[in-house]
């Protein structure tokens, strides 16, 4: 039985239900012990693929809940339609700018750039639905940031979308850079950033809007984050990636220049 066979959940019956339950604690548990290990899964067994988004994100808080370390904030792909991917991240892969990251301990295969959203006060559950400008007001600082990405499957294997997605969508680390509190006249859409890995350079002027970062911000904070009792004070949510480049060599350095939102290095070990 896959995860997520599409029938409402009345329809479902009690046995069902706990096959289900059984399969995401599976699948869960084999991408933890992956993470803790290094060692590369060569899949998962066909009873614990997602079959469905909602399926992905059971995995997704079954991941977190076995971890036992709580969130340090989200990931979300604004600028992506009215319902974007998103996962939780795990506090422990939180860093600074300036930090080291191990390649090999993280299981890293691409690194990018992104804009980091701080949140400088709680937005808990309530029944009423925060507004984009309640959101708004609720941010502390934007930061540059750079996501680091990695698989605990084989990388020669196909792994399907929404096995990724119940990865935690591949996250493996959040590199953040210092705050910049007053960003709000900078053109977010145009915001240049040039990346750097060892001698490679990619650069890009495009990207989600301020807008774009709000709907995505608010409908995260009125939706998933709810179960997680919202955004908290000091997370930091990264919003999309700008640009990307495969991660690089250890002794290597990553470093992104955001303009007017400032840089961030992360070398590799």
């Known amino acids: 039985m896959a995860l997520g066979h599409g029938l409402p959940e009345f329809q479902i019956t009690a046995g069902e239900r706990t096959l289900i339950e059984k399969c995401v604690a599976a699948a869960a548990k ?17 009873d614990f693929v997602p079959e469905s988004i909602e399926a992905a994100y059971r995995v997704q808080d079954k991941l977190i809940e076995l971890g036992e370390e709580g969130i340090g904030g989200w990931k979300v792909a604004a600028g992506t339609g009215p319902e974007p991917l998103c996962s939780p991240i795990f506090a422990s892969v939180y860093r600074r700018g300036s930090d080291v990251l191990s ?3 993280a299981m890293a295969t691409l690194v990018e750039a992104e804009v980091g959203v701080r949140f400088g006060i709680d937005l808990p559950p309530r029944d009423t639905p925060y507004s984009q400008q309640q959101v708004q007001s609720a941010i502390a600082a934007l930061h540059p940031s750079l996501e680091i990405l990695g698989t605990r499957f084989n990388p020669k294997l196909e792994v399907p979308r929404l096995t990724v997605i119940a990865d935690l969508q591949n996250n493996s680390g959040v590199a953040v850079g210092a705050a910049k509190e ?5 053109d977010l859409s145009r915001l240049g950033i040039t990346l750097r890995i060892g001698s490679a350079v990619s650069t890009v002027d495009t990207g989600p809007s301020l807008a774009d970062m709000l709907e995505a911000l608010t409908w995260l904070a009125n939706g998933r984050a709810r179960d997680y009792g919202g955004f908290k004070a000091g997370q930091v949510v990264i919003t999309g990636s700008r640009i990307n480049a495969p991660i690089g060599r250890p002794g290597e350095t990553v470093s992104a220049d955001f303009g007017a939102l400032g840089a961030i290095s992360l070398r590799l070990v």
Do not use: C, K, P, T
């Open 182 to 186: 007053n960003w709000q006249d900078i």
């Open 103 to 105: 390649v090999a301990g």
């Open 30 to 46: 084999n991408l933890l012990s992956a993470r803790h290990s290094g060692f590369h899964l060569e899949g998962l067994a066909d």
